[in-house]
């Protein structure tokens, strides 16, 4: 008790006093909870009606005016994460993902098109945390003239602390120097505590704003989705749904995702983290839990701000293990937005096509969206009407092209991948301009050795292996 105090001083920094309230009580909680926090013969599946397929949502005729319900709509995207994952500094929301357009670049405009076209004011908050929050504000001057008002919130800023003692790393409030790496943003479940606490949320209540559409801003079809948004302001009064998450069908891809259960009679999300080591193969197969958790998810804001005021947000602790540059085991407490479902009334599954879950979390998921797969129309990427199948090809790309400046130096341009299915990529290689992959294709050059795949090169259903060399004459 005393160090954690001692840690947050006695400051007169509002921010602190708040991000420490918030601490204690996430820490106090963390003591109390012993062993897993799932009881594994209570999970049921969901009932047939708790999760609805996206058709029969999207087969109610829209009303001819679309304004109103939007005018109710915030889109609020998730942005406190660095590009460290793809060798980047700074806020992964800067990178480029297309064109020249960053991931925010893309939000701004699909935005913008929605309030040109249907005349609406749907504005674009952004979460950000301390990592991230200084040099977003810079780039955001660049859409002062965009149809879309922007505002941002802050994540809290939680002490990691020692895996032994339980006591915080840092020694004062300060952030630089070896206190630099002992702070950490909480996970997104933040997002309810920080959004009330900035006061945002009664603000946009005041303006007549009802729901708020949550997504990662690295997930590229994370759209408004005016089927979706219509399901629910027609909700009658009683019976109002304050929460959807959007799933979509699990691949072998998706394994670790977090699955949507039926739990103590409540729709509740089960992460892999809160599973018993014992049924984690049970957990990840895909027959069992068919579906898995976009992060994709509409809240109504009236229900955040009533469960934050009876401090009823009820959402499972992560544990997250990290070891500190020093070698300092360190644990940091964490919850996730999507984990609340369970405190909000007549909550709703919608099982989404593929399409709405495009993450770019790695170099491989950038040269997907990069290439002509996928075409670019108002901010919006969809899958291109030339691809025969609608599935996305499996990309990996070795560890030559784990950093973006690698990537781009490598790719004299992109592929055509509009008939690929699995490329795996290994070792160093290097794409001439006009290249094209189709079926599937393996390149592996081994140690000491080179590819270059000449221009114009057609590879279907091949494997290239050895050494192959172009240099200029």
């Keep these: 008790q005393s160090n954690t105090d001692t840690v947050f001083g006695t400051t007169s920094n509002p921010v602190s006093k708040k991000d420490f309230d918030g601490f204690k009580k996430l820490f106090h909680r963390f003591l109390q909870v012993k062993g897993p926090s799932v009881d594994w013969p209570k999970i049921h599946r969901p009932p047939e009606d708790s999760i609805q397929p996206y058709d029969k949502i999207a087969a109610l005729p829209l009303p001819d ?20 994952s793809m060798g980047c500094k700074g806020p992964k929301s800067l990178i480029s993902v297309r064109n020249e357009n960053t ?22 908050v952004l979460m950000n945390s301390f990592n991230t929050d200084e040099d ?14 922007i505002h941002t919130f802050n994540q809290s800023r939680y002490p990691r602390i020692n895996k032994e003692s339980l006591l915080p790393v840092a020694t004062d409030i300060g952030m630089t120097g070896e206190n630099a790496d002992v702070w950490y943003p909480p996970g997104h479940g933040d997002i309810y505590a920080s959004f009330y606490n900035s006061g945002l949320l009664d603000q946009l209540i005041t303006e007549g704003k009802e729901y708020i559409f949550v997504s990662n801003i690295d997930n590229l079809g994370a ?34 995702g977090g699955t949507l259960i039926q739990y103590d009679n409540k729709l509740r999300l089960l992460e892999i983290a809160q599973v018993p080591k014992a ?37 499972e602790i992560i544990v997250n293990p990290k070891t500190l540059d020093g070698g300092q085991n360190v644990i ?19 099982n989404v096509p593929r399409s709405r879950f495009l993450p770019v979390k790695t170099v491989s998921d950038l040269l997907l969206v990069m290439s002509n797969l996928y075409s670019l129309e108002a901010g919006s990427l969809t899958m291109s009407q030339k691809r025969e199948f609608p599935t996305t090809p499996h ?33 160093d290689v290097t794409f001439g301009k006009q290249v094209s992959l189709k079926g599937t294709v393996i390149i592996i050059a081994n140690h000491g050795d080179r590819i270059d795949i000449p221009a114009g090169t057609i590879l279907e259903n091949k494997i290239v292996s050895g050494n192959l060399r172009i240099l200029d004459h």
Aim: proline fraction near 2%; glycine fraction near 6%.
């Design 65 to 84: 005016s679309l304004a109103d319900s939007l005018n109710k709509l915030v889109v609020v995207k998730l942005n406190g994460g660095l590009g460290t």
């Design 332 to 350: 940091q407490l964490e919850t996730a937005v999507g984990a609340a479902i369970k405190s909000f009334d007549n909550a709703l599954g919608i």
């Design 136 to 149: 977003t504000k810079k780039i955001l001057q660049k859409y002062t003239h965009h149809r879309v008002k």
């Design 103 to 124: 991931f925010l670049d893309l939000t701004v405009q699909q935005i913008e098109h929605l309030n040109k076209k249907y005349n609406t004011d749907v504005p674009l």
């Design 279 to 315: 049924h984690v193969d049970e957990f990840k197969s895909v027959t069992k839990f068919k579906i898995f958790n976009t992060n994709n998810l509409w809240i109504s804001l009236g229900a955040i701000k009533r469960l934050q005021e009876q401090n009823a947000m009820d959402m």
């Design 395 to 427: 990309v990996k790309l070795g560890s030559s092209f784990t950093k973006v400046q690698e990537y781009q130096t490598r790719f004299e341009s992109i592929p055509d991948m509009l008939e690929l299915d699995h490329l795996t990529v290994s070792g």
């Design 223 to 256: 759209t408004v989705d005016l089927n979706i948004l219509h399901h629910l302001v027609s909700q009658p009064n009683g019976k109002r749904c304050e929460f959807i998450m959007e799933v979509t069908d699990k691949t072998r891809a998706d394994v670790k």
